[in-house]
């Protein structure tokens, strides 16, 4: 099992910019979500899904969107890149909703916006 | 809402010494609790939970974590620090109030390790 990718490792990005950050996992997870790490600030829960064709909103939605057309991707689309989108960005999966499973985190794509 | 305060950001002993990496918790429900090891440039690897069962847990690398509720603590802690054990480490605690099903981490405490 290769667990949870991402891709890219590294992206340099514009203002006003846009572009998909991907995340797959090969676990046949049904929970996966992405994450944001700031300096001091933890991770923060931009969005969720708990299924194919089911997605919702976290603590810090702005300027992200997501999908799931199928179990294993879960592709987060930032629409117009701002410098405040400057962060690492984690995607993770557990096999179920339920919370006490173990969520498995991808090695992150470090993003910066000019 | 639901959080977690991780007291200190920075932490450093000696190899061979205790580490106490302290994490406490404000929930309205009883909830479940974790911790998490970030290694430089790596995603983060889950050390411990306790989910209400033995308010004791232990994890992986010798690590382990007591449940105090009359203290509303969840602290790590390890007998004797490896050179390895250099990293950042979250304290979490389930959201079980919005339904998102979600973690709610901590700031983070990165542990230093002196030979």
């Known amino acids: 099992n290769a667990g949870v990718t991402q891709t890219p490792k590294f992206q340099v990005l514009k203002t006003g910019q846009s572009m998909t950050l991907q995340c797959a996992q090969d676990?046949?997870?049904?929970?996966m979500s992405w994450y944001r790490q700031d300096p001091g600030m933890g991770l923060r829960l931009i969005h969720y899904?708990?299924?194919?064709?089911?997605?919702d909103q976290g603590e810090v939605p702005n300027g992200y969107n997501v999908s799931r057309s199928t179990t294993e991707d879960f592709p987060l689309r930032l629409l117009s890149a701002a410098p405040s989108q400057t962060s690492v960005y984690f995607c993770?999966?557990?096999?179920?909703?339920?919370?006490?499973?173990?969520?498995?985190f991808g090695p992150g794509t470090r993003l910066t916006v000019l | 809402a639901q959080s977690v305060t991780q007291l200190g950001s920075h932490v450093s002993v000696s190899e061979g010494a205790l580490v106490l990496l302290r994490c406490n918790y404000s929930?309205?429900?009883?909830?479940?609790l974790f911790w998490y090891v970030q290694y430089p440039n790596q995603g983060l690897q889950l050390l411990l939970k306790?989910?209400?069962?033995?308010?004791l847990v232990k994890g992986i690398n010798d690590f382990e974590a007591e449940f105090k509720k009359s203290e509303t603590s969840f602290h790590l802690t390890k007998p004797s620090a490896h050179m390895s054990d250099a990293a950042e480490y979250f304290c979490?605690?389930?959201?079980?109030?919005?339904?998102?099903?979600?973690?709610?981490f901590g700031s983070g405490t990165r542990l230093q390790v002196q030979p």
């Open positions: 899904s708990v299924g194919a064709g089911i997605t």
């Open positions: 993770a999966s557990r096999r179920t909703g339920a919370i006490t499973d173990t969520q498995y």
């Open positions: 979490a605690v389930s959201d079980r109030e919005t339904g998102r099903r979600a973690l709610t």
């Open positions: 676990m046949n997870h049904e929970y």
């Open positions: 306790y989910t209400s069962a033995a308010t």
């Open positions: 929930s309205s429900v009883p909830p479940y």
